[in-house]
Nanobody
């Protein structure tokens, strides 16, 4: 089993920044691709960003490209999502997830955190 715990969410104004963290335990973190998804009320869970374990290859949703940055610290078993220039439409519950290979499909992920709320006011 793998346990994922997100933190760092909160209420901010448009244009502000936040950094989300996801602490991982229970498995060999360095051998897992890590990703962030988000889900707004009434909407499906959507891919935000992902980072592979082998080469650190990253992928982003078009809606966040250039504003969000995903990174990982294998020594700390933690993945981060730096979110800059936040917009009201970024408001959602943000989840981190893990699987072996990088995918944008939420159904393919094996492990999930409980989520952290991000609210961006206009």
């Amino acid at each position: 089993q793998m346990q994922l715990v997100e933190s760092g969410g909160g209420l901010v104004q448009a244009g502000d920044s936040l950094r989300l963290s996801c602490a991982v335990s229970g498995r060999t973190f360095s051998r897992y691709t890590m990703a962030w998804f988000r889900q707004a009320p009434g909407k499906e869970r959507e891919f935000v960003a992902g980072i592979s374990w082998e080469r650190g290859t990253t992928a982003y949703a078009n809606s966040v490209k250039g504003r969000f940055t995903i990174s990982r610290d294998n020594a700390k078993n933690t993945v981060y999502l730096q979110m800059n220039s936040l917009k009201p439409e970024d408001t959602a519950v943000y989840y981190c997830a893990a699987k072996v290979t990088l995918s944008r499909d939420a159904s393919r992920y094996d492990y999930w955190g409980q989520g952290t709320q991000v609210t961006v006011s206009s």
